[in-house]
C-alpha cells in the first residue's frame, strides 16, 4: 500500500505525525470537496493505531493492527458515515445518477457507540478513534448526541471528523475541536499529479472542478457528456430544452443543477468583466452570449438554480424540472439572437 496522502498534505501529515502523542480528543478537518480529505483521515487513522509506525509517522501496513484495519474488522475503531462504508474513498466522489444514498447519521448510529466508548482498547497503545465523515451528515439529534460525548470524552479516544461544510455542523461541535484546514494544491501541483495520472485535458478538467484534483479523477464517465452539454448552452436562445434536458439527467440531478450553475457562474463573470473560472477553455462562446443577455433575470435566474439545487434529491420528476430550468435559460436572451 502506498503513502496514502497527497503530495499537497505533506505539511500538514508532519505536523500532526510530530505531534502524535499530544494530539487533542477531536479534530476537525475542514476544506473544499476533492483535495483528499477522507483518505488524509484513513491514513492518520491507520498510522495511530499502527503498533509500528515508519518514521515517516505512517502505519507499517503488516502488523496485527494494520491487518484487522484493512479487514475492515479493526475493534479500535468505528465509522459514523451515512453509507458506513469505511472504504469508500475520497469524500467527494460524484454520486451516480439515480441513487437512493443515504445523507444523514442517525441518532441510532451515534448511540450504538456506546458499548464501544465503554471498552478499553484491544491493544497496548490504549487509542480508539471514531470517523465522522461528512460531519455535516450530523443531523439535529445525532449531533446533540455525539455533543454529549465530546463534552466528556473517553480516555484514549480520539475523533476525527471530515467536513467540508463546517458552516453546518453546531457550533458548539466545533468549538469542541481542534480545526484543522486541509491544504488545496495549487494549479501547478494539481497538473503535475494529474499528469502521473494520465489524466487528458487535465488543465481544461482542473479548472472545471475548482481546482480540485480528485474531482477530475471521478469525471470519467461523464466528461463525454460535459463537453455536449457546454456546446448545448453555448447555443443560447437557440438551445433546444427538450434535447439537453434527457441528457442532463443521465448525470443525476444534483450533477446536472450543479453543471448549470457553474455554467451560469461564468456567464455572469462574463457580463461583469471579471475572470472566467471553470470553463475558460470556453471564453469566446460564453462573451458571445454575455452580449445578448439580460443582467438582471440573469441574477434572478442564478438564484433559481441555487434553489434547485438545495431540493435536487427530492424525488420529483427530474426532467421536466431541468425542461423548465432551461425553458427559462433561453428567456435570458435578447429577442434578436431568436431570429
Not at 188 to 204: C, M
Not at 300 to 306: P, S
Request: proline share 6%.
Amino acid at each position: 500500500m502506498s503513502e496514502e496522502i497527497y503530495p499537497w498534505q505533506a505539511d500538514i501529515w508532519k505536523r500532526l505525525y510530530t505531534a502524535r502523542d499530544r494530539l487533542p480528543h477531536a479534530l476537525l478537518l475542514r476544506g473544499k470537496p476533492g483535495i483528499g480529505k477522507l483518505d488524509f483521515a484513513i491514513a492518520l487513522t491507520r498510522a495511530l493505531l499502527c503498533e509500528t509506525p515508519k518514521d515517516s509517522g505512517h502505519a507499517c501496513n503488516q502488523c496485527a493492527s494494520c491487518n484487522w484495519f484493512s479487514q475492515n474488522n479493526h475493534p479500535d475503531y468505528r465509522l459514523l458515515s451515512p453509507e458506513q462504508d469505511a472504504t469508500s474513498g475520497e469524500d467527494d466522489a460524484p454520486v451516480p445518477a439515480k441513487t437512493s444514498k443515504k445523507t444523514q447519521i442517525s441518532i441510532a448510529q451515534v448511540r450504538e457507540l456506546g458499548t464501544f466508548l465503554e471498552l478499553s482498547s484491544h491493544r497496548n497503545s490504549g487509542r480508539r478513534i471514531i470517523l465522522v465523515n461528512p460531519a455535516e451528515g450530523l443531523n439535529q439529534a445525532s449531533a446533540n448526541a455525539l455533543l454529549k460525548v465530546l463534552e466528556e470524552p473517553p480516555q484514549g479516544v480520539i475523533f476525527i471528523l471530515v467536513t467540508h461544510q463546517p458552516q453546518r455542523l453546531l457550533p458548539t461541535i466545533m468549538s469542541r475541536c481542534q480545526k484543522i484546514d486541509m491544504p488545496v494544491p495549487d494549479e501547478q501541483a494539481a497538473l503535475d499529479w494529474l499528469a502521473e495520472k494520465g489524466i487528458k485535458e487535465a488543465k481544461k478538467r482542473l479548472d472545471y472542478a475548482g481546482g480540485s484534483p480528485l474531482l477530475v479523477l471521478g469525471d470519467g464517465e461523464s466528461s463525454n457528456k460535459l463537453t455536449d452539454i457546454w456546446q448545448m448552452l453555448a447555443r443560447g436562445a437557440k438551445l433546444d430544452p427538450f434535447a439537453l434536458a434527457p441528457l442532463c439527467v443521465s448525470l443525476g440531478m444534483d450533477v446536472a443543477v450543479n453543471t448549470m450553475q457553474k455554467w451560469i457562474y461564468d456567464l455572469v463573470a462574463c457580463r461583469l468583466a471579471e475572470k472566467i473560472r471553470y470553463h475558460s477553455h470556453l471564453a469566446t462562446s460564453l462573451q458571445a452570449l454575455a452580449k445578448s443577455v439580460d443582467l438582471a433575470m440573469l441574477l434572478d435566474f442564478q438564484r433559481k438554480l441555487d434553489e434547485a439545487r438545495k431540493s435536487a434529491n427530492h424525488p420529483l420528476n427530474n426532467e421536466l424540472q431541468l425542461e423548465s430550468l432551461l425553458l427559462q435559460y433561453i428567456q435570458l436572451f435578447s429577442r434578436n439572437v431568436r431570429a
